[in-house]
C-alpha cells in the first residue's frame, strides 16, 4: 500500500545535539511537507519542497534544515539553534499543487532532555 | 493571505447527539477548503474537501460540511455521533493553483477537540 512513513515515532535527544527526522513517501508525489505541532497551535510549516533539489522556508524554519535528493525522501534535521524543539513533528506530501489535499504520515515525537 | 479560525478549542457533546465545529476562513481570493480528523499520537486523516461545484459535501462516515461563501465559513457537522469520533478536527484553506502553475500552500486552524462521552 502507497502511503508516508515517519521514523522513529518517538525520539529522545539531549539539549545541544542536531536529530534527523525520516519521512519517505512511495504515493509518487511531487511536493512535501514539514509541519510542527504544538498543543492549542495547530500546525505550523516548517519547510517545503516542490520538487527534487528545491525547497522553501515556511513559517517557522528557523533552527532547522532540509534536503531533497529524492523524490520519495525529505529528511528533517532539527539543529541546536532550535529554542524549543520538543514537539510533534508530521511530514506530508501531495501532488503538485495540493489540490487533493496532503497525505500525512503518523509523526515523530521528539523531546529534548 | 489566508487564515483560519476555529473558535472552539473544544467542544463536549453527549453520544448520539448532533455536533457542529465551526470554521471561518479569510481569503481574498476562491479557495478550496478541507477538514481532517487527528486520532490521539497519529497524523492527519483527510476527511472532506470542497473544491468547487456542491457546497454540501459529505463524508463516509456521517460528517458533512457546507462552504458558505457570504459568511466564509466551512461549517462541520454531524447529527449522530459516535464515542469513536472523539479526536481533533482542523479546518484548512488553499488558494487553488494560479495561472502559473503555482498555487499556496494549506493554512491550517489550531484544531476542535471534540469529546464524545456516554
Known amino acids: 500500500d502507497g502511503g508516508i512513513t515517519q521514523s522513529p515515532k518517538y525520539l529522545f535527544r539531549k539539549e545541544g545535539q542536531n536529530v534527523t527526522l525520516s519521512c519517505e513517501q512511495n504515493l509518487n508525489h511531487d511536493a512535501m511537507y514539514w509541519y510542527r505541532q504544538d498543543p492549542g497551535q495547530g500546525l505550523r510549516l516548517i519547510y517545503y519542497s516542490q520538487i527534487v533539489n528545491d525547497f522553501q522556508k515556511g513559517d517557522i524554519a528557523e533552527g532547522y534544515s532540509v534536503s531533497r535528493e529524492k523524490k520519495e525522501s525529505f529528511p528533517l534535521t532539527v539543529t541546536s539553534a532550535q529554542k524549543n524543539p520538543t514537539a510533534f513533528y508530521l511530514c506530508a506530501s501531495s501532488i503538485y499543487g495540493g489540490d487533493y489535499g496532503y497525505t500525512f504520515g503518523s509523526g515523530t515525537r521528539l523531546t529534548v532532555v | 493571505a489566508q487564515s483560519v479560525t476555529q473558535l472552539d478549542s473544544q467542544v463536549p457533546v453527549f453520544e448520539e447527539a448532533p455536533v457542529e465545529l465551526r470554521c471561518n476562513y479569510s481569503s481574498s481570493v476562491s479557495v478550496y477548503l478541507f477538514w481532517y480528523v487527528q486520532y490521539p499520537n497519529q497524523g492527519l486523516q483527510l476527511l472532506l474537501k470542497?473544491?468547487?461545484?456542491?457546497?454540501l459535501v459529505k463524508s463516509i462516515n456521517g460528517f458533512e460540511a457546507e462552504f458558505n461563501k457570504s459568511q466564509t465559513s466551512f461549517h462541520l457537522r454531524k447529527p449522530s455521533v459516535h464515542i469513536s469520533d472523539t479526536a481533533e478536527y482542523f479546518c484548512a484553506v488553499r488558494n487553488p493553483r494560479g495561472n502559473t502553475g503555482t498555487a499556496s500552500k494549506l493554512t491550517f486552524g489550531t484544531g476542535t477537540r471534540l469529546q464524545v462521552t456516554l
Open positions: 470542497y473544491l468547487s461545484g456542491s457546497t
